[in-house]
């Protein structure tokens, strides 16, 4: 994909997102915030914010997991602090996209890797998608850490309440739960 097709979704995402923004047809709930995730690989993240489409409906489920470890971060818990503060305007980066409904913000104390837990309406956007956010983070991010994992027919929900409904081998670990989560 080119930088430019790159730059005109990215565009035409934050073209989207001022319109969101004005008609308040994104919200931040609070009800899952301080949950914590269990993954099979054996790591946990606690959510730190929640993103919502308002009153959009979903067709055509995708459960869209994203993985990052931001290098210039390092292990430097003040630093981390303010990208949990700061990554609030990236926003902008995936609310106007088409498809999204939802995003679960997370972070995990120990290995320093972020996921996103994204509920999206149809496969073909989410995987546009995803392949710009990790084509974005790559060059940021420690080696291989930048990734990506949808799974169509799924919902954010569903998911969380039941892990067992995904399948997959060690490789798949990073992003496939251990526990249901108990609060959502």
Known sequence: MSVLAAMADYGGCA???????????????????AAV?????????????????VGATTAEPVLLVIAFRLAFL??????????RRECLIHTALFAGFPGFRSKLWLD??????????????????????AARMVGLLAPFSNRGTAEFH???????????HDPDLTTGDEQDAWWRLAHPVPRF
């Open 108 to 129: 995990d104390a120990e290995t320093r890797i972020y996921r996103g837990v994204y509920q999206w309406d149809g496969e073909k956007d989410a995987a546009t998608y």
């Open 150 to 160: 949808l799974v169509p027919g799924l919902r954010r929900a569903n998911f969380l």
């Open 74 to 83: 390092d292990d430097l818990e003040p630093l981390h602090a303010g990208f």
């Open 15 to 33: 073209r989207e997102w001022v319109h969101m923004a004005a008609q308040h047809r994104l919200a931040r709930p609070v009800d899952h915030l």
């Open 37 to 53: 995730l269990t993954f099979r690989d054996g790591t946990r993240s606690r959510v730190f914010r929640e993103t919502v489409a």
